[in-house]
C-alpha cells in the first residue's frame, strides 16, 4: 500500500508562485496514475491535474481552468510528483492533496476523485491578496 506525503504549501502573494511536492513510499510511483485536487473550505474536492502511469508515453491532464498555470510533473529517481503553480489568486487558496490510482483510466477518469486508491494528508496553501 503506497503512503503519500504532500509538502511545499504555504503563505504566498498574488501573483507568486508555489512548487508542491508529494513524496510515495510502500510502492512505485510510476506504476500508478497521479492526481492532484484541492479543497477549499466549504466546497467539494476539485481536481486540478493527472499525470498517466509510466510508460513510452506519458499524458498529462488539467482542469480548464488552471491549463496554463499550473504543471504536473514525475521524479522517478525521487518516487515524487510535483506541482508546480504560478500566478496564484486568492481563490486558489485550498488544501491541497495527491491521490493515487492504481487502475488504467480513460482521460475522462483523471478527474474523478472516487477513481483514486490512496491520498495524502493535504498541504495547505493560502494566497493573499
Known amino acids: 500500500q503506497v503512503q503519500l506525503i504532500e509538502s511545499g504549501g504555504g503563505l504566498v502573494q498574488t501573483g507568486g508562485s508555489l512548487r508542491l511536492s508529494c513524496a510515495a513510499s510502500?510502492?512505485?510511483?510510476?506504476?500508478?496514475?497521479m492526481g492532484w485536487f484541492r479543497q477549499a473550505p466549504g466546497k467539494e474536492r476539485k481536481f486540478l491535474a493527472a499525470?498517466?502511469?509510466?510508460?513510452?508515453?506519458?499524458?498529462?491532464y488539467y482542469e480548464a481552468s488552471v491549463k496554463g498555470r499550473l504543471t504536473i510533473s514525475r521524479d522517478s529517481t525521487k518516487n515524487t510528483v510535483y506541482l508546480q503553480m504560478n500566478s496564484l489568486k486568492p481563490e486558489d487558496t485550498a488544501v491541497y492533496y495527491c491521490?493515487?490510482?492504481?487502475?488504467?483510466?480513460?482521460?475522462?477518469?483523471?478527474?474523478?476523485?472516487?477513481?483514486?486508491?490512496?491520498w495524502g494528508q493535504g498541504t495547505q496553501v493560502t494566497v493573499s491578496s
Open positions: 491521490a493515487a490510482d492504481r487502475n488504467p483510466r480513460s482521460s475522462t477518469g483523471y478527474g474523478r476523485a472516487e477513481n483514486y486508491d490512496y
Open positions: 510502500g510502492g512505485t510511483i510510476s506504476s500508478y496514475s
Open positions: 499525470l498517466s502511469r509510466g510508460g513510452e508515453i506519458t499524458y498529462a
